[in-house]
C-alpha cells in the first residue's frame, strides 16, 4: 500500500451518548464496540474516539485489480446511465429514462435492450429500480420501482417469464441464493416486508414481517431497502434508519448488525455499505442549507481489526486519480465509475497539471486521455472488491 497521507476533516456534528446499548470491550483504536442486542451481536462505531482527520486511501486497498472499459457508441447503445450492476460476463446499465435497460460484454460491446415500457408481456409501467445479472443461467430479473411482478429475461433480452408478488410493491430490492429469490420493499401498513420465491417455480415459499423493537426508527416510512449483495448469502438492509440489519437466510430473522448513533437534534442520513466480510463504509449525509443532503464524510469500519476512519479514495490503478465511493458504484462485488468521456477528460488534465506528478503516473494518464473521444458513449472502470482486508488500511 502506498504511504497514507492526512487531511483534515471539519466535524459538523455532535455524537450522541451510547444509552441503553450494553457494555462492550473496546479493542483497536476504541471507536468500535461489540455490544449484545437480543442475543446478537452488534457493531456500533463510538464517533467520540474518531479522529477528525481523513485518511488517504488507493484503491487497490479495496480491489484485486482495476479495468478500464469502452462502451460502444453504436446508437442503440447509448446510454444515460442511473446505475450499473458487472457480474463476470457482463454490465448492466439502468437509465435514467424510461428506455430499455441496457446489456453490454464485459469488453463494451453493446449486445441488447432487455425489456421496454408498457402493458404487454414483458414491458414494465415504471423505470427500473433493482435488477439481478445470473451468469450462471444467462438470466436477467428486473424490478420496477412501483410493481407486482417481477420480470425475468434472457441474456439475448428475450422475455421469459414473470414472478408474481402477493401485492404491489414499492422500491423493491431482490438477491438471488441457491436458486432462491429475496425480496424486499418498503411496505405499507400491515405489509409483509421480505419474501422468499422458488426461481424455477415461482413459488412463494415464505413472507416475514418487520420485527419491533430491534432500534427501528422510521421503517416502511420512505426507507430505501437496497441491498450491496458484496457478500454471498448476506442480505444487508439498508436504510436511513440508525441501524443496519442482516437478513439470516437460513432462520429467516432480521437481527441488527451494525449503528453509528447521533444527536437526535442533528437531521443525519447515513448509507451503510458491506464491501466484504470485514470492511464497511458509511456514507455521513447533513441535510444543507439548500434543503439537499450533502455528504459530511465517508467513513470505513475495519471488523476485523476494530478501527474506524474517515477516509477517501484515489485509483493508483490510473494514476491517482479521484475515486468515487457511494451506494451505487459498490454493488455486486465490485466497485464501478461510469463516466462520460468529457468527464473523465477534464479529471485526467487536471491531474496531469498537478506538479510532481511521477513520470509513469504521467505515462499511463497520457495513455488514457489518448483513447478517449468527446462524443462517445460512456466509459467505466470497473474493479473487482476483495473479500477481506489482510492488513490494517490506516
Known amino acids: 500500500m502506498k504511504k497514507k497521507r492526512f487531511y483534515k476533516f471539519k466535524f459538523l456534528f455532535l455524537i450522541a451518548p451510547l444509552l441503553s446499548m450494553g457494555c462492550g470491550a473496546p479493542k483497536g483504536d476504541g471507536s468500535v464496540i461489540i455490544v449484545d442486542v437480543h442475543g446478537n451481536k452488534m457493531v456500533v462505531v463510538n464517533l467520540n474516539e474518531l479522529k477528525t482527520d481523513v485518511a488517504v486511501l488507493p484503491l487497490s486497498s479495496l480491489v484485486e485489480y482495476c479495468v478500464f472499459t469502452q462502451l460502444d457508441s453504436n446508437e442503440e447503445a447509448y446510454v444515460d446511465p442511473w446505475s450499473i450492476t458487472v457480474t463476470d460476463k457482463y454490465i448492466g446499465i439502468k437509465p435514467r429514462r424510461r428506455e430499455p435497460y441496457k446489456l453490454f460484454d464485459r469488453y463494451g460491446k453493446f449486445l441488447c435492450n432487455v425489456g421496454s415500457f408498457g402493458g404487454g408481456p414483458g414491458e414494465f409501467q415504471s423505470s427500473i429500480w433493482n435488477d439481478i445479472i445470473d451468469d450462471e443461467n444467462e438470466l436477467i430479473y428486473l424490478v420496477p420501482g412501483m410493481t407486482d411482478r417481477i420480470f425475468v429475461y434472457n441474456t439475448s433480452g428475450q422475455f421469459l417469464k414473470e414472478i408474481a408478488l402477493p ?58 431497502t437496497f441491498s450491496t449483495r458484496n457478500v454471498p448469502g448476506f442480505f444487508d438492509l439498508l436504510s436511513i434508519s440508525d441501524t443496519l440489519y442482516h437478513f439470516d ?82 454493488r455486486n462485488g465490485y466497485w464501478t465509475q461510469n463516466m462520460m468521456p468529457e468527464e473523465l477528460m477534464e479529471d485526467i488534465e487536471n491531474r496531469l497539471a498537478v506538479r510532481g506528478l511521477s513520470e509513469s503516473d504521467k505515462e499511463l494518464l497520457e495513455k488514457t486521455l489518448s483513447m478517449l ?22
Not at 197 to 224: H, I, M
Request: hydrophobic share 40%; with cysteine.
Open 373 to 394: 473521444k468527446e462524443g462517445a458513449n460512456n466509459v467505466v472502470f470497473i474493479g473487482k472488491l476483495k473479500d477481506e482486508v489482510k492488513a490494517k488500511l490506516w
Open 249 to 330: 437466510f437460513k432462520n429467516n430473522k432480521i437481527v441488527p448488525f451494525f449503528t453509528m448513533p447521533f444527536n437526535a437534534s442533528q437531521d443525519i442520513w447515513k448509507q451503510y455499505m458491506i464491501l466484504n466480510k470485514d470492511l464497511l463504509l458509511t456514507d455521513v449525509k447533513g441535510l444543507g442549507e439548500s434543503g439537499i443532503y450533502e455528504s459530511m464524510g465517508l467513513v470505513a469500519t475495519d471488523l476485523k481489526h476494530k478501527t474506524s476512519s474517515f477516509v477517501k479514495f484515489e485509483n493508483d490503478f490510473f494514476g491517482n486519480l479521484p475515486a468515487p465511493i457511494d451506494f451505487y458504484n459498490l
Open 167 to 224: 401485492h404491489r410493491m414499492r422500491m423493491p430490492s431482490i438477491s438471488l441464493y441457491n436458486n432462491i429469490l429475496i425480496v424486499m420493499h418498503v411496505p405499507e401498513e400491515n405489509q409483509k416486508k421480505i419474501f422468499k420465491f422458488d426461481v424455477n417455480t415461482c413459488e412463494l415459499l415464505y413472507q416475514l414481517s418487520p420485527p419491533a423493537g430491534l432500534f427501528v426508527e422510521r421503517w416502511g416510512s420512505g426507507d430505501v
